[in-house]
């Protein structure tokens, strides 16, 4: 049976979906955007927005009473991949020891402007 899983410390869906699901152990968190809960902006640079984004993830996660350590694969959205390693600086700040499987993209757009998105697959 899949579960709502909802943190108000991390922003509200901006469309018709969860902020993550949680399925027989497993939790689905749908991709962030690096908005700020309290101010509802975004910071400029893309490793601040890389920044927020996983912070936003390990809100939703701690509601599912997970960590960052139970993360088994991310997806990571980039509007230049040009900021990869920019990105992946601020990135490897979260997983300093259990690092979960990856892909990353570049794409056309993302919403509100933003210059990353990522999701991740949790398990308990």
Not at 37 to 50: F, R
Not at 55 to 77: F, Q, Y
Request: charge should be negative; charged fraction near 20%; glycine fraction near 8%.
């Amino acid at each position: 049976m899949k579960h709502v899983i909802s943190s108000p410390k991390a922003p509200a869906a901006v469309g018709p979906y969860s902020q993550a699901i949680e399925l027989n152990g497993t939790v689905f968190v749908s991709g962030q955007l690096p908005i700020d809960p309290a101010k509802g902006e975004m910071p400029e640079d893309v490793g601040s927005q890389t920044i927020t984004s996983l912070n936003n993830i390990k809100m939703i996660l701690e509601e599912a009473g997970l960590g960052m350590d139970d993360i088994v694969k991310t997806t990571v959205l980039l509007t230049d991949i040009g900021d990869f390693a920019e990105m992946n600086n601020a990135y490897a700040q979260f997983f300093p020891d259990s690092k979960p499987a990856r892909v990353c993209y570049q794409v056309s757009a993302l919403p509100k402007g933003a210059k990353v998105e990522i999701d991740a697959i949790a398990g308990k």
